[in-house]
């Protein structure tokens, strides 16, 4: 009997309420970047402490990268959302009501970062459960997209909230929202439809374990881990520092709002895009060789810009084509391990993504006398050069199987 499968519009509510509360917990993870200064004199501490808000959620998210994917594919994405969508909410409002109170601020800080996971690592799981296969790209796109417009917000609108609102009331606004996000999911969310949204066979997956080991001896998939450890080093690396990159250049906090908010405007616009033409061609490839190329000019400007026009428009390119490669390689290596759990292949890009935060912390190693982060800057556009390698060997999934 052939099994019935069928695209549902509901389809699109459950990827709306996933893409906010992805939207809420950027904010609360970016929110410090573009303020970095007037934080630190507001807790009292040194920028390097103020930077480790930001990077508390790559540290928390390496040790719970794996048990949480075995979570997403073992009891399904709501649970695992809901999970981490009202831990993000509680721990939100926690840390705006610590006040000046650094120590209660960071703790909270790494429980809102041990919610990240949760919903990081079912950035592929929604679409897989939803969408048909050809869709699934551009549904990712989607979520990297919301993810981009919660960085944007958080870099674009606290400078601005700053100049009539202390720094824990903002904090206490952000929570709020975001534990609003989280009843919404909570409400709207579905694990699956009622049949499946494609044929037998592109649905199924195998055990999580299994999936793991799988996952590993695929070997196109390390170099998909590999250029994703790149691009994701080089976008948390700019966007945690980005106010101290600037700063030595005359640049004001405000500019650094600005910059980081244009970043991801490029980056909003480039995880449509590139994805959806992705989709459309069925080429992976093609689009991880644009997306690396094309973010090398923006990067060298970022380092370069003594205007804000260069500067603006640097970010904005960087924006662009870096950002749009992170859909176009989570789909490639879902389906390059295949059948691996979503939830798990997801989760291994996301792990290596995460545990960029070594080079945000040779960002900081690196930086001159006088605040430049000129040669960490460099450093990055070197490995942006070796990623292409990378991706030279990563053929697409049709053409890998039909030379098997």
């Given at each position: 009997?052939?099994t019935?499968?069928?695209?549902?519009?509901?389809?699109?509510?459950?990827?709306?309420?996933?893409?906010?509360?992805?939207?809420t917990?950027?904010?609360?993870?970016?929110?410090?970047?573009?303020?970095?200064?007037?934080?630190?004199?507001?807790?009292?501490?040194?920028?390097?402490?103020?930077?480790?808000?930001s990077?508390?959620?790559?540290?928390?998210?390496?040790?719970?990268?794996?048990?949480?994917?075995?979570?997403?594919?073992?009891?399904?994405?709501?649970?695992?959302?809901?999970?981490?969508?009202?831990m993000?909410?509680?721990?939100?409002?926690?840390?705006?009501?610590?006040?000046?109170?650094?120590?209660?601020v960071?703790?909270?800080t790494?429980?809102?970062a041990?919610?990240?996971?949760?919903?990081?690592?079912?950035?592929?799981?929604?679409?897989?459960?939803?969408?048909?296969l050809?869709?699934?790209?551009?549904?990712?796109?989607?979520?990297?997209?919301a993810?981009?417009?919660?960085?944007?917000?958080?870099?674009?609108?606290?400078?601005?909230?700053?100049?009539?609102?202390?720094i824990?009331t903002?904090?206490?606004?952000?929570?709020?929202?975001?534990a609003?996000?989280?009843?919404?999911?909570?409400?709207?969310s579905?694990?699956?439809?009622?049949?499946?949204?494609?044929?037998?066979?592109?649905?199924?997956?195998?055990?999580m374990l299994?999936?793991?080991?799988?996952?590993?001896?695929?070997?196109?998939?390390?170099?998909?881990?590999?250029?994703?450890?790149v691009?994701?080093?080089?976008?948390?690396?700019?966007?945690?520092?980005?106010?101290?990159i600037?700063?030595?250049?005359?640049?004001?906090?405000?500019?650094?709002?600005?910059?980081?908010?244009?970043?991801?405007?490029?980056?909003?616009i480039?995880?449509?895009?590139?994805?959806?033409?992705s989709?459309?061609?069925?080429?992976?490839?093609?689009?991880?060789?644009?997306?690396?190329?094309?973010?090398?000019?923006?990067?060298?400007?970022?380092?370069?810009?003594?205007t804000s026009?260069?500067?603006?428009?640097s970010?904005?390119?960087?924006?662009f084509?870096?950002?749009?490669?992170?859909p176009v390689?989570?789909?490639?290596t879902?389906?390059?391990?295949?059948?691996?759990?979503?939830?798990?292949?997801?989760?291994?890009?996301?792990?290596?993504g995460?545990?960029s935060?070594?080079?945000?912390?040779?960002?900081?190693?690196?930086?001159y006398?006088?605040?430049?982060?000129?040669?960490?800057?460099?450093?990055?556009?070197?490995?942006?050069?070796?990623?292409?390698?990378?991706?030279s060997k990563?053929?697409?999934?049709?053409?890998?199987i039909?030379?098997t």
């Open positions: 009997m052939t019935q499968y069928k695209i549902y519009p509901y389809r699109w509510v459950v990827l709306a309420v996933f893409m906010l509360v992805n939207i917990i950027q904010i609360l993870w970016i929110s410090y970047a573009p303020i970095t200064g007037p934080a630190a004199a507001f807790y009292g501490v040194n920028d390097l402490q103020v930077g480790l808000f990077m508390s959620f790559m540290i928390a998210f390496i040790p719970l990268s794996i048990p949480v994917s075995w979570v997403i594919d073992t009891y399904g994405f709501r649970l695992a959302v809901s999970i981490g969508a009202v993000m909410g509680i721990f939100g409002i926690l840390r705006g009501a610590a006040g000046t109170n650094y120590a209660l960071l703790w909270s790494f429980g809102i041990a919610a990240q996971p949760f919903l990081l690592n079912t950035w592929t799981k929604v679409p897989a459960n939803w969408f048909a050809e869709e699934r790209a551009t549904a990712v796109g989607l979520v990297t997209l993810s981009l417009v919660g960085t944007a917000l958080g870099m674009a609108l606290t400078p601005i909230l700053m100049e009539s609102l202390s824990s903002i904090q206490v606004s952000y929570g709020s929202i975001a609003v996000s989280a009843v919404l999911f909570i409400i709207f579905r694990e699956t439809p009622p049949t499946p949204p494609c044929p037998p066979g592109q649905e199924v997956r195998a055990l299994d999936g793991l080991k799988h996952a590993l001896t695929v070997k196109v998939f390390w170099y998909g881990l590999a250029i994703t450890f691009g994701l080093g080089i976008f948390n690396g700019v966007t945690t520092w980005v106010e101290n600037i700063r030595p250049r005359g640049f004001s906090p405000t500019d650094a709002g600005t910059l980081g908010a244009l970043m991801i405007v490029g980056g909003v480039g995880a449509v895009v590139i994805p959806a033409l989709d459309k061609q069925r080429k992976r490839q093609l689009y991880l060789y644009i997306a690396f190329i094309g973010a090398i000019p923006g990067l060298i400007g970022l380092t370069f810009a003594t026009a260069l500067l603006f428009s970010a904005f390119v960087l924006g084509f870096l950002t749009s490669a992170m390689i989570m789909q490639y879902a389906e390059v391990t295949h059948p691996t759990p979503e939830g798990t292949s997801n989760g291994l890009i996301q792990l290596f995460q545990a935060v070594v080079f945000v912390f040779f960002m900081e190693a690196l930086k006398s006088d605040g430049s982060f000129t040669p960490a800057l460099l450093v990055a556009v070197g490995f942006l050069v070796i990623s292409l390698v990378f991706i990563m053929k697409d999934p049709l053409e890998l039909q030379n």
